[in-house]
């Protein structure tokens, strides 16, 4: 394998003239698209959301949101300074890295560009000298979450796009983004994921989001629309996250869960040797006891009457 690795790198120094002189044999496969090995695998072709102001914006504003809401979860569980900044940079990071090893993107561009690991331990400093007004500030805490949430997930779908993924696989890298540096702050910090705990939307807007993404970029390939009102449209889907994740919090909303069955279906088995659903035949939840069927019931008392009486007739003989 080391040779053929090797063999490979000193075609892709050679220059394509100097091998057809020295085999002519390979002229005619001089202009064949499969010996450039100039072209990189994963090549995508940005939007220009990716490579634009706006797109950096909304990638600093998510770092700095999810790096602050990292290093308060580490203060609130009474860990030092060294891992509020861990888990600042593992929350402002971690998505964007997951997103970025799965669309094959190396290195990932959280670890690759100062920026961001900047912002990310920035975000650390100010949770370890501004803690005490942080804590006091719940609600502007609760809106740098859903900000963070809401900013990663357009994030992570346009980058999927911009690397020509599909559709639904775009929806997933946004999903992950999202949420991806949450879970992984609560992996380090021994805490179940907010994905799990939280009943309120949490992940389900940060999926609407992702979906409505991909036809926002859909529509800017298609020229449907303009760079101007992609943006705009962006910018309605970061505000409609907030509002319902922020709603869902101040009235409680939550997911529903399981559905609310206290008795387990039985089946009964009949004559013929059918298995078949019966409406009286049914096992209580408290001592699971069965009961019999008014039919079963009606023909046993009418047994032991015929038995009486046959006794009684006996009896006067």
Same mark, same amino acid.
């Given at each position: 394998?080391?040779?053929?690795?090797?063999?490979?790198?000193?075609?892709?120094?050679?220059?394509?003239?100097?091998?057809?002189?020295?085999?002519?044999?390979?002229?005619?496969?001089?202009?064949?698209?499969?010996?450039?090995?100039?072209?990189?695998?994963?090549?995508?072709?940005?939007?220009?959301?990716?490579?634009?102001?706006?797109?950096? !914006?909304?990638?600093?504003?998510?770092?700095?949101?999810?790096?602050?809401?990292?290093?308060?979860?580490?203060?609130?569980?009474?860990?030092?300074?060294?891992?509020?900044?861990?888990?600042?940079?593992?929350?402002?990071?971690?998505?964007?890295?997951?997103?970025?090893?799965?669309?094959?993107?190396?290195?990932?561009?959280?670890?690759?560009?100062?920026?961001?690991?900047?912002?990310?331990?920035?975000?650390?400093?100010?949770?370890?000298?501004?803690?005490?007004?942080?804590?006091?500030?719940?609600?502007?805490?609760?809106?740098?979450?859903?900000?963070?949430?809401?900013?990663?997930?357009?994030?992570?779908?346009?980058?999927?796009?911009?690397?020509?993924?599909?559709?639904?696989?775009?929806?997933?890298?946004?999903?992950?983004?999202?949420?991806?540096?949450?879970?992984?702050?609560?992996?380090?910090?021994?805490?179940?994921?907010?994905?799990?705990?939280?009943?309120?939307?949490?992940?389900?807007?940060?999926?609407?989001?992702?979906?409505?993404? !991909?036809?926002?970029?859909?529509?800017?390939?298609?020229?449907?629309?303009?760079?101007?009102?992609?943006?705009?449209?962006?910018?309605?889907?970061?505000?409609?996250?907030?509002?319902?994740?922020?709603?869902?919090?101040?009235?409680?909303?939550?997911?529903?869960?399981?559905?609310?069955?206290?008795?387990?279906?039985?089946?009964?088995?009949?004559?013929?040797?059918?298995?078949?659903?019966?409406?009286?035949?049914?096992?209580?939840?408290?001592?699971?006891?069965?009961?019999?069927?008014?039919?079963?019931?009606?023909?046993?008392? !009418?047994?032991?009457?015929?038995?009486?009486?046959?006794?009684?007739?006996?009896?006067?003989?």
């Amino acid at each position: 394998m080391s040779l053929l690795l090797t063999g490979a790198a000193v075609a892709a120094s050679v220059p394509v003239r100097t091998l057809t002189a020295a085999h002519p044999a390979l002229a005619g496969l001089a202009s064949t698209p499969v010996l450039t090995l100039a072209t990189p695998i994963t090549e995508a072709a940005p939007l220009p959301l990716e490579s634009n102001w706006f797109f950096l !914006v909304v990638e600093y504003l998510a770092t700095f949101f999810c790096g602050t809401i990292g290093g308060m979860a580490a203060y609130q569980h009474g860990y030092d300074s060294f891992a509020i900044m861990v888990a600042a940079w593992f929350t402002a990071l971690g998505g964007g890295t997951i997103r970025d090893v799965l669309i094959g993107c190396f290195p990932p561009v959280n670890l690759s560009n100062y920026w961001y690991l900047s912002i990310a331990l920035f975000s650390g400093i100010i949770v370890i000298i501004f803690h005490p007004e942080m804590e006091k500030m719940y609600w502007t805490t609760t809106v740098f979450d859903a900000l963070a949430l809401a900013l990663f997930a357009v994030d992570g779908t346009t980058k999927g796009i911009a690397y020509h993924m599909p559709a639904l696989t775009a929806v997933f890298l946004g999903l992950i983004t999202g949420v991806g540096g949450g879970v992984c702050r609560d992996i380090i910090i021994n805490e179940v994921p907010m994905i799990i705990k939280d009943r309120h939307f949490y992940a389900v807007p940060a999926l609407g989001a992702s979906v409505l993404t !991909v036809f926002v970029c859909k529509a800017y390939i298609h020229n449907l629309i303009n760079f101007a009102a992609e943006i705009i449209l962006d910018l309605f889907i970061v505000a409609l996250v907030v509002a319902v994740r922020l709603l869902s919090v101040k009235f409680d909303w939550v997911m529903p869960g399981a559905a609310k069955r206290t008795r387990a279906l039985t089946l009964h088995r009949s004559r013929s040797g059918i298995r078949h659903h019966h409406p009286s035949y049914r096992s209580t939840s408290a001592g699971h006891r069965t009961t019999i069927d008014r039919s079963r019931t009606a023909r046993a008392h !009418v047994h032991r009457r015929r038995s009486k009486k046959d006794g009684e007739e006996q009896l006067l003989k």
